[in-house]
């Protein structure tokens, strides 16, 4: 089932030649059934990048999905351009007052900076209390897995001896918890982050369960009891060459960066990556989609 998007997005061109199915909105206004809706609060600084990543998976279901991207107010980006933010995303003020059925906060770059130092830390805050209200279902990626822990159950980062960077084996711990059904016992994941959480944090607080987790790179994917708040504090939605970009970017500036694990061929940069997550992320978004939202979400979402 497609994805509905405007039809000049950018990632429309790129969705359409990998074949993922996306839907006109002047198709979709003639579909006698309601799509999902679904918010995407894209905080990352390569806008149409991380929206193209996020919207592959999210069309790659049986489910009829409509987005609304959504930028912070506080905060002007410097790597996309105004006119991409003006006609593609809206701000707090225009959803305030919509509701969804899944909502996505995505990561983003500050990792280093305690949360009230970030210059939209407020607006954030008020989104993620929105959503307690107005989204069935918030899905947070990396920091904003960091950021939703600490303000809706106080558990803090901790700072990493070094960058966590590559591609890390993972083990699912609760295989018959729908979010992780049909994992693989072992599989992977990207990871790119100079913060982790605490296991015992999460082990303590009752409403939380970690699903999956890694020896090196920590606890993965983590639920609370009803499936409301999902967190993830690696990069599923990553593409084949973001880690390389990433990797390459800093080489070319001087600054110290490793090279990430388990990701090209015998970890030599000059060798071809190795694509091997693919597989474990759509099917954790249409997890998500199906059990979390689809299958839970009320007909009308006025009665959340």
């Not at 107010?73 to 701000?91: G, V």
Request: proline share 6%; hydrophobic share 35%.
């Amino acid at each position: 089932m497609p994805i509905k998007i405007p039809d000049t997005l950018p990632a429309a061109r790129v969705l359409e030649s990998e074949n993922i199915f996306i839907m006109t909105e002047d198709r979709a206004l003639h579909q006698d059934i309601r799509p999902l809706k679904i918010g995407i609060l894209n905080l990352m600084p390569t806008k149409i990048n991380t929206e193209t990543q996020l919207l592959r998976l999210l069309g790659n279901t049986s489910l009829q999905v409509d987005i609304d991207l959504i930028q912070t107010a506080s905060h002007t980006s410097k790597n996309t351009s105004s006119e991409h933010l003006l006609k593609f995303y809206k701000t707090y003020d225009d959803i305030k007052d919509e509701r969804y059925d899944g909502f996505i906060i995505t990561g983003a770059p500050v990792e280093n900076m305690p949360f009230e130092a970030v210059d939209y830390w407020p607006e954030l805050v008020k989104i993620m209390d929105w959503t307690s209200s107005h989204v069935y279902s918030t899905f947070h990626i990396c920091w904003g897995a960091q950021a939703a822990l600490y303000h809706h159950y106080h558990i803090n980062k901790l700072p990493l001896p070094s960058k966590m960077f590559g591609v890390f084996e993972h083990r699912t711990l609760h295989p018959t918890h729908p979010l992780v059904r049909g994992f693989d016992e072992a599989f992977f994941a990207p990871h790119s982050r100079h913060t982790g959480v605490d296991q015992s944090k999460l082990d303590a607080c009752s409403d939380l369960v970690t699903l999956a987790d890694s020896g090196i790179a920590g606890p993965y994917i983590i639920s609370n009891r009803d499936g409301r708040r999902i967190f993830v504090t690696g990069h599923s939605e990553y593409d084949r060459d973001t880690l390389a970009a990433e990797y390459f970017r800093d080489v070319e500036k001087g600054l110290p960066i490793e090279v990430p694990v388990n990701y090209f061929t015998g970890d030599d940069p000059t060798q071809a990556v190795i694509h091997r997550w693919r597989g474990h992320a759509n099917l954790l978004f249409s997890n998500w989609l199906n059990y979390f939202v689809y299958q839970a979400t009320p007909y009308d979402l006025s009665n959340l």
